[in-house]
């Protein structure tokens, strides 16, 4: 009895590790890649007429994303709510890099919050 039971953890650990060099020469995992993007639309230009921000999109991750959306929202000196405004960087966001780009917001904006909707990692 205690030979079968040898026999079966030898086959597991061997399977095991047979398993795992096949795994990595294919590139494939069985734990969960994390998708690490994050915004920042911290520096508002107030003119007279409009408001702009310089929405900053990184991606801390070694996976490409493409057509990586935005919800901006911005907001008055009181924390009202003025604007909820998308937008979509259509170009392809390479591992470890940033893009970044100008919005137009109302001229009462005086700080505004953005996170991530959606994005398509390749």
Do not use: W
Not at 21 to 44: G, M
Not at 46 to 53: A, I, Y
Request: with cysteine; proline share 4%; net charge positive.
């Amino acid at each position: 009895m205690k030979a079968f039971i040898r026999l079966i953890l030898v086959v597991l650990l061997v399977g095991g590790i047979v398993l795992y060099f096949v795994s990595k020469q294919n590139n494939t995992s069985f734990t969960p890649q994390t998708i690490d993007l994050t915004v920042d639309c911290s520096d508002v230009e107030n003119v007279l007429v409009t408001s702009t921000v310089n929405v900053v999109v990184k991606n801390l991750s070694s996976r490409s994303h493409n057509d990586v959306s935005v919800k901006i929202v911005a907001f008055d000196e009181a924390g009202k709510v003025l604007k909820e405004k998308y937008t979509t960087f259509s170009r392809t966001l390479s591992p470890n890099s940033n893009f970044d780009k100008p919005v137009t917001l109302p001229a009462e904006t005086k700080r505004c919050d953005c996170k991530i909707v959606s994005s398509h990692p390749l």
